[in-house]
């Protein structure tokens, strides 16, 4: 059984930072790209950051590319996103989700395999 299971998510205040975690299990995890969304109420979810199964490639949404690092440690089966400058409108519940490597194209919620339960991130400013 696949298991996705986030954490580090929080309060935090503009201009803050936060590294959330995801580790996974039942799944051999170097044969996964991984990838971050984010769902804030009322919203459809959307595509943060992904990360290839090396870790050598990595993308980011516009919305975040320069403030926001994808990275993965395949030896503890755990993808990290290190979140700086945060802004209130980066406030949304993070999932993370893996994809088979030999899946090609963009990122998006239907092409993912497997899904974290999810974590909160709260930005107040």
């Known amino acids: 059984q696949v298991q996705l299971v986030e954490s580090g998510g929080g309060l935090v205040q503009a201009g803050g930072s936060l590294r959330l975690s995801c580790t996974a299990s039942?799944?051999?995890?170097?044969?996964?790209?991984m990838g971050w969304f984010r769902q804030a109420p009322g919203k459809e979810r959307e595509f943060v950051a992904d990360?290839?199964?090396?870790?050598?490639?990595?993308s980011y949404a516009d919305s975040v590319n320069g403030r926001f690092t994808i990275s993965r440690d395949n030896a503890k089966n755990t993808v990290y996103l290190q979140m700086n400058s945060l802004k209130p409108e980066d406030t949304a519940v993070y999932y993370c989700?893996?994809?088979?490597?030999?899946?090609?194209?963009?990122?998006?919620?239907?092409?993912?395999?497997?899904w974290g339960i999810g974590t909160l991130v709260t930005v107040s400013s």
């Open positions: 989700a893996a994809r088979r490597q030999t899946v090609a194209g963009a990122f998006t919620p239907r092409s993912m395999d497997f």
């Open positions: 039942g799944l051999t995890f170097s044969n996964y790209a």
């Open positions: 990360i290839s199964w090396s870790g050598g490639i990595t």
